[in-house]
């Protein structure tokens, strides 16, 4: 099974920082449709997850565009740019190339 | 407007079956697969299965000997089994749409011994 290292395990920011996370996978995400199935994903404190990027780069819709997503292959990074307190949570990334799917270990953001 | 539900029961004896539904509206499960994924308490995302849109599955390794997906595409209607229960089975269980843009509630399961 695929194994997805995410880095930090938490992160503290003040309001306005931009910060990144990083989401390394054990095998490339390049599916043989040449599309990359990474996604990105918060859980806010009591929620249920929601979805923020997928596909590597694509906002999903109404999620705010301080949020971006970038990579290829086996590494992969979400940055905040600008953070906000409802930014808290925990971030985790998910693949979905190959079966079966899996999530990395989460990163948790605190706001100082 | 697409919505997912969870439901069965909150407690369940070690050793017997979880049961759980999905229940969804605003979409086919002809036209998306539905995943599960569960939370213990205190923990991170478990990835724990599919039933795609043409009804096969895909299952987590570590789950596979125990765990079945199923659904009634009438009901709209999405189910789990899984057998064997133990206390590290404790956990919140979601159904969410395959490509992840919608999640229910979640579903708290606590495994009594």
């Known amino acids: 099974d695929v194994v997805l290292t995410q880095t930090p395990p938490t992160l503290s920011a003040t309001i306005g920082q931009s910060v990144s996370i990083s989401c390394r996978s054990s095998q490339s995400l390049l599916d043989s449709d040449g599309d990359t199935y990474l996604n990105w994903l918060l859980q806010r404190p009591g929620q249920s997850p929601q979805l923020l990027i997928y596909?590597?780069?694509n906002l999903e819709s109404g999620v705010p565009n301080r949020f971006s997503g970038s990579g290829s292959e086996t590494d992969f990074t979400l940055k905040i740019s600008g953070v906000e307190a409802e930014d808290l949570g925990v971030y985790y990334c998910m693949q979905a190339t190959h079966a079966p799917f899996t999530f990395g270990s989460g990163t948790k953001l605190e706001i100082k | 407007q697409v919505q997912l539900k969870e439901s069965g029961p909150v407690l369940v004896q070690a050793s017997e079956t979880l049961s759980l539904t999905c229940t969804v509206s605003?979409?086919?499960?002809?036209?998306?697969?539905v995943i599960w994924v569960r939370q213990p308490p205190g923990k991170g995302l478990e990835w724990m299965g599919i039933?795609?849109?043409?009804?096969?599955?895909d299952y987590n390794s570590a789950l596979k000997s125990r765990l079945s997906i199923n659904r009634d595409t009438s009901k709209s209607q999405v189910f789990l089994k899984m057998n064997s229960l133990q206390t590290d089975d404790t956990a919140i269980y979601y159904c969410?749409?395959?490509?992840?843009?919608?999640w229910g509630q979640g579903a708290s399961v606590t495994v009594s011994s």
């Open positions: 969410t749409r395959e490509v992840m843009d919608a």
């Open positions: 605003g979409f086919s499960l002809t036209n998306y697969g």
């Open positions: 596909s590597v780069s």
């Open positions: 039933i795609w849109r043409n009804g096969n599955t």
